[in-house]
């Protein structure tokens, strides 16, 4: 079945940048929305950013909006999330994922999920 793999993340000072990416094999991604979800100690998984299988259209997070950008291509099968101006309540550890049709922010909404990327931003 389809596979994600996150990378990029990271230790960063507050105000830095990382880029984190999501290599996907076994399928195609076409008809596929992704999108990026995180995770804190203690706290509930959390929507971030997502966008569909054409690239056409994007969602974001109202916290992460203005400084995150998500993007994708077909070939390869990968996926992005640029992240500028980051905070400490950035700290969390990142997952991709993925579901046939559209977008969705609910994290209910996807079957496929990698094993996540730490991102930890110092102050």
């Known amino acids: 079945q389809l596979q994600l793999v996150e990378s990029g993340g990271g230790l960063v000072q507050a105000g830095g940048s990382l880029r984190l990416s999501c290599a996907a094999s076994g399928r195609t991604f076409s008809g596929y929305a992704m999108g990026w979800f995180r995770q804190a100690p203690g706290k509930e998984r959390e929507f971030v950013a997502t966008i569909t299988w054409r690239g056409g259209s994007t969602y974001y997070a109202e916290s992460v909006k203005g400084r995150f950008t998500i993007s994708r291509t077909v070939y390869p099968q990968m996926m992005y999330l640029q992240m500028n101006s980051l905070k400490p309540e950035d700290t969390a550890v990142y997952y991709c994922?993925?579901?046939?049709?559209?977008?969705?922010?609910?994290?209910?909404?996807?079957?496929?999920w990698g094993q996540g990327t730490q991102v930890t931003v110092s102050s």
């Open positions: 994922a993925t579901r046939y049709g559209t977008f969705d922010i609910s994290a209910r909404a996807y079957d496929y």
